[in-house]
């Protein structure tokens, strides 16, 4: 099981060789939303598991293979205030010099982070979950999981960032979308005007991901309505 959620990029520490940053990895009495429906972690389970993730890869896009690991978690806890396992994950600088200079941006376009687990049910219920890695992603649906600037902060979503909110992003047109296929690379505002931030976004992550397409038809937006502007 994915559970995905949404990070804001602030307040990194960084040395020679990596950087680090905290992940608010998987909030305790939510209700998030999964590829197999709703799904609620109580307080107590996440509390017993709350060290499980210290030594987990961190992955790109949940892809298992030795060239998809960029990082590692270094330590884990579940804090009372925030009620969710919080994650320090460590990025290794060297060959991943693209994918850090894109967290460290502002506004960054790698905006969110998903747990891969084993969730344990018992008449619907969690009982147990067995964490196998944190992936940077480029979707989110557990609107509760960022990475954390010093202090602990929530986003207020409004429809100015619609495509952060898995509510409104259900309800957006297609056309809102470089691939409407799959409702992947947002780049028009609410009101449907072309969003030239929304372009640069994209084309950043799908030159990372090696979306040829996408990135050129980003390209071709922007040239078009932002070249200049």
């Not at 520490?13 to 709703?38: H, M, N, P, W």
Request: contains cysteine; glycine residues 6%.
């Amino acid at each position: 099981m994915y559970l995905t959620l949404n990070f804001v990029a602030e307040g990194i520490e960084e040395t020679d060789e990596y950087i680090e940053f905290t992940v608010r990895a998987l909030s305790a009495d939510t209700e998030i939303q999964s590829g197999k429906g709703a799904v609620v972690f109580p307080s107590e389970v996440l509390i017993k598991r709350q060290g499980d993730l210290i030594g987990k890869p961190l992955l790109l896009d949940h892809e298992w293979k030795v060239d998809k690991i960029v990082g590692v978690v270094v330590h884990s806890w579940f804090d009372d205030t925030q009620k969710a396992v919080m994650a320090r994950v460590r990025v290794a600088k060297e060959g991943n010099e693209k994918l850090i200079s894109l967290i460290k941006l502002q506004p960054s376009p790698i905006r969110s982070v998903s747990i891969g687990a084993v969730v344990k049910k018992q008449e619907g219920q969690v009982k147990d979950i067995e964490f196998k890695e944190i992936s940077l992603v480029f979707e989110g649906a557990d609107p509760n999981a960022k990475i954390m600037a010093g202090r602990y902060e929530d986003i207020e979503l409004s429809t100015s960032e619609w495509w952060d909110d898995p509510e409104l992003r259900d309800k957006a047109p297609n056309d809102f979308f470089l691939d409407p296929s799959s409702r992947r690379y947002p780049y028009k505002t609410w009101d449907g005007k072309i969003s030239c931030e929304r372009l640069k976004a994209a084309m950043q992550l799908s030159s990372l991901h090696g979306h040829k397409q996408i990135y050129d038809r980003a390209k071709r937006l922007y040239e078009k309505h932002c070249k200049g502007g």
